[in-house]
């Protein structure tokens, strides 16, 4: 393993989209720790450009300014990967990095790794072999082949080095750490936002949640559920239904936001009690979730953080990358099934819904086993060469 990392100039570290920034914060903390760790360059690739999904994450997370931003925007899948690809080559040149840590799946994830395996610079991939096995996602395209390219691949949970193995990547590369969100989640969740505090300030009146019965919370962004008027009604329909047994609170992203309006499909959110909120920081979105009775969702995090949380999870998709949160956690696949949706949200009512127990190691020390561990990869490669010189 100890020829694959040479010790030569920075980490290079590379967010792009909002759900990096909680698994990168943690990193950037632990790396900069070690004294046997060259230092970090943090390059964010400018896939999201807002405040609201970018700024205001960094500041909530303690995350450093990054030390250079390609600003490439948005554009079609391809246009994007290109473009951070073109932008990021030059960059590489100049830094002559010891590696590229990459995390998750997102477009900047693969991106980036495709330039640094074509420059023979290592790759690190942390939350490595999640599979959702549904190539219709544009996330399991940059999963498996960042995975296909990377050098050491660190997983969050025991089913991902089975993934791994079955498409030929060689144990000593994979390593199980736990899980660097949840490093974020219980680091700052004694800061989290007081729901009542978030609907106030965004201009919701407190009556919204007078009925004492609580309030679920909603997210919604997969092109799957909505970027076509048929399975955004249908997401919308089942929000409707829920809605009318408890209030949601949605953070809405701005794509669905935009595709509601552009489908004229506002009309099914407007007599309904969802609060709809602009998105939202990283500690009022820990306040909404620790204290949500139930969540609609299908990101993949915020699977992870109900499950470290204990919140009964509907995960609106007919598969998930993230088995765990299923088998452990406290997540239900309920796809677009409106009657489905309805016997969840009836048991969670009645009885509080699934228990679930946290997964092993998400116990908010997985980026400094990461650290440990690059540090001894490192420190083995560089021994390696200087015995090759002597
Ligand atoms: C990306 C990730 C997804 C992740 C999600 C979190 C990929 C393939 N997808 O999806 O895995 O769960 O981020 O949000 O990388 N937009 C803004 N402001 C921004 C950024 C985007 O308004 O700051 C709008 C634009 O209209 C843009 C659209 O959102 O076209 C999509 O943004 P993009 O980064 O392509 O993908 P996401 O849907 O955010």
């Known amino acids: 393993m100890g020829e694959i990392l040479r010790l030569r100039g920075p980490l290079a570290c590379i967010v792009g989209a909002r759900p990096n920034y909680m698994k990168m914060a943690p990193l950037v903390r632990a790396f ?36 250079m931003n390609l600003q490439v925007g948005s554009a079609s899948h391809a246009l994007q990967t290109a473009e951070i690809m073109r932008r990021f080559e030059p960059v590489l040149d100049e830094l002559e990095p010891s590696c590229v840590v990459v995390v998750g799946d997102v477009n900047s994830t693969l991106a980036c790794s495709l330039v640094a395996s074509k420059k023979g610079t290592p790759i690190v991939h942390v939350e490595a072999g999640l599979r959702s096995f549904d190539r219709g ?7 498996l082949l960042t995975d296909q390219l990377a050098d050491v691949l660190y997983t969050t949970e025991r089913a991902a080095a089975s993934n791994l193995a079955r498409e030929g990547i060689s144990a000593d590369r994979i390593r199980f750490v736990g899980n660097v969100m949840i490093d974020s989640l219980l680091q700052h969740l004694k800061r989290a936002v007081s729901p009542l505090d978030t609907l106030v300030r965004e201009g919701v009146g407190a009556a919204f949640l007078a009925d004492q019965a609580g309030f679920g919370v909603v ?37 669905t936001r935009g595709n509601v309006d552009l489908f004229g499909l506002s009309s099914l959110l407007a007599d309904a009690r969802i609060a709809l909120l602009p998105p939202q920081g990283y500690l009022e979105t820990l306040g909404l979730l620790t204290n949500a009775r ?9 699977q992870e953080e109900t499950t470290a949380l204990a919140v009964p999870c509907l995960t609106m998709r007919d598969n998930t990358e993230r088995p765990v949160t299923i088998e452990q956690g406290t997540n239900t696949l309920v796809g677009r099934n409106r009657d489905a949706v309805r016997t969840c949200v009836d048991e969670i009512l009645r009885t509080g819904g699934k228990r679930g127990r946290v997964p092993e190691l998400w116990d908010g020390r997985a980026a400094e086993r990461i650290a440990f561990d690059l540090s001894r990869r490192l420190g083995q490669s560089a021994r390696d060469a200087e015995r090759v010189r002597a």
Do not use: C
């Open 32 to 67: 900069g720790a070690r004294s046997d760790l060259p230092g970090v360059v943090l390059v964010h690739t400018g896939q999201h450009y807002d405040v609201a999904m970018n700024e205001r994450l960094f500041v909530d997370l303690d995350l450093p300014k990054p030390d």
């Open 219 to 255: 997210t919604l962004h997969r092109p799957s559920n909505v970027d076509q008027p048929e399975s955004l009604r249908e997401a919308l329909v089942i929000l409707r239904d829920v809605a009318a047994r408890l209030p949601l609170i949605w953070p809405i992203h701005p794509r």
């Open 294 to 302: 139930l969540v609609l969702t299908d990101s993949g995090g915020i």
């Open 137 to 143: 996602m544009p996330e399991e395209i940059n999963r």
